[in-house]
């Protein structure tokens, strides 16, 4: 089955600074990928997705790379805000399926 | 539209106690989702319905849980009896189309305490 991983569990940062979030992924033939954000007592939001035949794609002050190479994929938070302060997760999803495997996520610290 | 809206937000219960969540998905989508988070296990997609048909119910846990969508606009899932282990965050979710699966809009969730 699918295998959906982060690297770290949490992240702190300074506000003001870049965050980078990581994730692998362990099905070749994952072919979409999403980026969920999760605040306390809330369920995950959508914030941005990419598709295989991507490398990149940029929302307002994120970024998602993808490396289908290395099966590794992140998530680039610009000038990172307490706001910005969450856990976040990857989803994989592969042709035919269209059910996301989520990662256990990362939590997101931003210290002001 | 309001969104996904899930009844109750907390809900603690005994042991042997039923247990029934609801769920109202956003007019217009055709998928549901019922999902549950812990720390263990994360995020467990446990049944999902297409134009009110339960689809694939394999990560239902066993026969205590069970889940209905009688029509397009409410969903349940229910647990009997619960059990302490059942305790988690139970999330619904839903979602458009087929080719937009991957998208899905999450309700605020139910936290499970079972004493």
């Known amino acids: 089955g699918e295998s959906v991983g982060l690297h770290l569990p949490t992240l702190s940062v300074q506000e003001g600074d870049n965050s980078i979030i990581n994730c692998a992924y362990s099905?070749?033939?994952?072919?979409?990928f999403i980026w969920y954000k999760q605040e306390s007592g809330k369920g995950p939001q959508f914030i941005i997705d990419?598709?295989?035949?991507?490398d990149k794609r940029q929302g307002q002050r994120v970024t998602v790379l993808l490396n289908k190479t290395v099966k590794h994929l992140s998530l680039q938070i610009a000038a990172t805000q307490p706001g910005d302060s969450a856990v976040y997760f990857c989803a994989a999803l592969k042709g035919g399926s269209y059910i996301p495997t989520f990662g256990r996520g990362t939590s997101l610290i931003v210290h002001p | 539209d309001a969104g996904v809206i899930q009844s109750p937000r907390h809900e603690v219960t005994e042991m042997g106690q039923e247990v029934t969540l609801r769920c109202k998905p956003i007019s217009g989508h055709d998928y549901l989702f019922w999902y549950r988070q812990t720390m263990m296990r994360g995020l467990e997609l446990l049944i999902y319905?297409?134009?009110?048909?339960?689809?694939?119910d394999s990560g239902m846990p066993e026969d205590r849980f069970s889940a209905k969508m009688p029509n397009a606009s409410f969903s349940t899932l229910k647990i009997q009896p619960s059990e302490p282990r059942d305790s988690a965050v139970y999330f619904c979710?839903?979602?458009?189309?087929?080719?937009?699966?991957?998208?899905?809009?999450f309700g605020a969730g139910t936290r499970l305490s079972v004493l």
């Open positions: 979710a839903s979602s458009r189309m087929r080719s937009d699966l991957g998208i899905q809009y």
């Open positions: 099905n070749s033939a994952s072919d979409y």
């Open positions: 990419i598709r295989s035949n991507m």
């Open positions: 319905f297409n134009n009110n048909v339960p689809i694939d």
